[in-house]
Nanobody
Framework: QVQLVESGGGLVQAGGSLRLSCAASGRTFSSYAMGWFRQVPGKEREFVGS????????YYADSVKGRFTISRDNAKNTVYLQMNSLKPEDTAVYYCAKGKIRLASTTTSAFDSWGQGTQVTVSS
């Protein structure tokens, strides 16, 4: 069972940047896709970005494309989400997730382990 721990959330002004990190336990991290999702109260968890097991293929939600970048360091068992040009509508709890397979996906059903989440708040 992989354990995922997110960090790097916080309060930032609109237009600012944050970098989220997700540290994974276990020796199988490099064998699976990884993803980032976010959720606000009363809404379903939504896809943000994902990366394949090597990091060579990435997908992004249209709402973050061009502003967010997902990357991974398999030697450190860590996946990152660099968030630039943040907007108030990016405010949410952000979760990292481990994929069931090596290929990246955009749906929650393709991921089987989740972190506890980290709060990101963007003020206007």
């Amino acid at each position: 069972q992989v354990q995922l721990v997110e960090s790097g959330g916080g309060l930032v002004q609109a237009g600012g940047s944050l970098r989220l990190s997700c540290a994974a336990s276990g020796r199988t991290f490099s064998s699976y896709a990884m993803g980032w999702f976010r959720q606000v109260p009363g809404k379903e968890r939504e896809f943000v970005g994902s990366t394949s097991w090597t990091g060579s293929i990435t997908y992004y939600a249209d709402s973050v494309k061009g502003r967010f970048t997902i990357s991974r360091d398999n030697a450190k068992n860590t996946v990152y989400l660099q968030m630039n040009s943040l907007k108030p509508e990016d405010t949410a709890v952000y979760y990292c997730a481990k994929g069931k397979i090596r290929l990246a996906s955009t749906t929650t059903s393709a991921f089987d382990s989740w972190g506890q989440g980290t709060q990101v708040t963007v003020s206007s």
